[in-house]
């Protein structure tokens, strides 16, 4: 198993790794955010994973996401399943189905920790509140325009919808996302190594990545 992950072994060591195999992470989302999240993830050692998303794939989502054209019309929770078993092995656990009151708890319950990147405030508060009331360590992550945020439960707000638009439709959408990606993935495994919790906004406008530890 190491050699799959030998970059990260020489960096992290092969305890670190061990470590990161044993941690249950649920993500929210299977879009821009939560599709390229789910695939460095794995190919850092993080290896039980599961994903929600009812979407299917659309042409305009190659751009942003880690899908492609022949992926149209699929589910983006079984090509994302198909693409990372490929790539590392692994066996990534799908629900296709919408999160919401009643399949919250189904979903998440057994989540060591919850990333959330959805695109709308409904279900970012249900995911909000469950993990709130479980005590469910829980990280969100979110974009509108040039800037994004990764954010621990106990530091975030539910923003509101954004009314004009798709923030993937912004022209640099790609580089704010691979920007908040790479420090989302940070986060995670600052946290599952070293039980440590930063906050980060990110504004591509001026190319900066600002930390709040705590």
């Given at each position: 198993m190491t050699n799959i992950y030998l970059h990260e072994a020489i960096y992290r060591g092969a305890e670190a790794i061990n470590k990161l195999g044993q941690i249950q992470i649920t993500l929210c989302g299977a879009g821009a955010l939560g599709s390229l999240l789910a695939d460095n993830l794995a190919r850092q050692g993080v290896r039980q994973l599961a994903v929600i998303d009812f979407d299917r794939i659309e042409q305009h989502n190659a751009g942003t996401q880690l899908y492609g054209q022949s992926d149209v019309g699929a589910k983006k929770v079984d090509v994302l399943k198909a693409q990372l078993f490929r790539s590392v092995g692994i066996e990534l656990t799908v629900y296709d189905r919408r999160l919401d009151d009643r399949t919250v708890k189904k979903f998440l319950r057994k989540a060591d920790l919850v990333v959330d990147t959805f695109d709308n405030s409904a279900s970012r508060r249900i995911v909000t509140d469950f993990c709130l009331e479980r005590r469910i360590e829980c990280l969100h992550l979110g974009m509108n325009a040039d800037y994004g945020e990764v954010r621990w439960n106990d530091r975030?707000?539910?923003?509101?919808?954004?009314?004009?638009?798709?923030?993937?439709?912004?022209?640099?959408?790609?580089?704010?996302?691979?920007?908040?990606?790479?420090?989302?993935?940070?986060?995670?495994?600052?946290?599952?190594?070293?039980?440590?919790?930063?906050?980060?906004?990110?504004?591509?406008?001026?190319?900066?990545i600002n930390t709040e530890q705590f």
């Open positions: 975030y707000r539910v923003p509101q919808d954004v009314v004009e638009g798709d923030v993937c439709d912004y022209p640099l959408a790609r580089n704010l996302i691979l920007l908040l990606v790479a420090a989302g993935c940070e986060a995670i495994l600052r946290y599952a190594l070293e039980n440590e919790k930063e906050n980060y906004s990110v504004t591509l406008r001026d190319l900066k």
